[in-house]
């Protein structure tokens, strides 16, 4: 939309008034309620669900994030995103002025204002509003603000073929910065779109020293020739909240001599090259959003015997039983 030339001065009754005639896009019927602390309520018009132009989170990326799961009324590892949530803010020295029983408390009334039981929750902690500077002392204080939006299919479920993976040439996040969820996500985004117009369905990371790090909101998994599923070492990775828990369980799952024992015969984190994902007998694209996907073409070539293999099987059916396992939800409805 061009701007007028002289554009007409909006107050709060033209605002509710060009609200009320204005129909919803079609990306806003995904949103289903968001809550914000500088109101201190919830609202379900997409219209509302707004972030003020000088908090620094919007003007400096100054802030975290999370997206949990919600998955048949009930918030999935949420535990695991609120300690990478407060973890992330001591590193950045951001006071969370909430506690985990708060944040669980707005979390849970916003999915139901929202009135969907399947849904994803994105939790945002900034430094707050109040200046344009770069100074975080400018801020009036952290704010809060919590969305429930449409969850989209696991990525198997849309991509049976498994997903084409190619290699960046954007620079890995350094230090801190990559273990931090802040919502400075620039070099994520380029990612994706450099995905998407190469004509695949994400692009990974490789850091200075030439190791495999992440894709733009997922983690890696090697499959590896000897028997062995690794993962990128943490020094420029996040700690992934799925990715770690389906180490978890795929350890559990070879002590107990599950099906994954005539598969695998360990589990590590170590650095890992692109040669490595080249010769991988599986390579796993994991996350919230796509759970446990196959990737089935690396860099233009065909990754094991190019289908979706059996540990990719294992590991999607251990994480989906495990969204089920009431020690690890938070039920909501």
Known sequence: MKPHLSPPYLDWAGLAAWGRARPLADYQRNYYAMYSSVFDAITREPELMVVPLDDHLVHRGDGLFETCKCL???IYNFEAHLDRLFGGARELALKIPWTREELAEVSAAVLRAGEHRDALLRLLVSRGPGGHGASPYESVGPQLYVLAKAAGAPF???HPGGARVGISRYPVKPGVFARVKSVNYLPNALMKK????GGCDF????????HLAELPTESLMVVTDDDLLAAPGPEHVLPGTTLLRVMELARAELAAGGALARLLRGVERRDLSPDDARSARELLVVGTTPNVAACTVFDGRPVGTGRPGPVQAVLDALLEA???NPARRLEVF
Do not use: L, Q, R, S
Not at 194 to 197: F, G, H, L
Not at 203 to 210: F, I, P
């Open 322 to 324: 495990d969204m089920h």
């Open 72 to 74: 048949d009324g009930g």
């Open 203 to 210: 692009m990974v990371g490789v850091d200075e020293d030439g």
């Open 194 to 197: 450099e995905a998407i117009d």
């Open 156 to 158: 198997m479920e849309t």
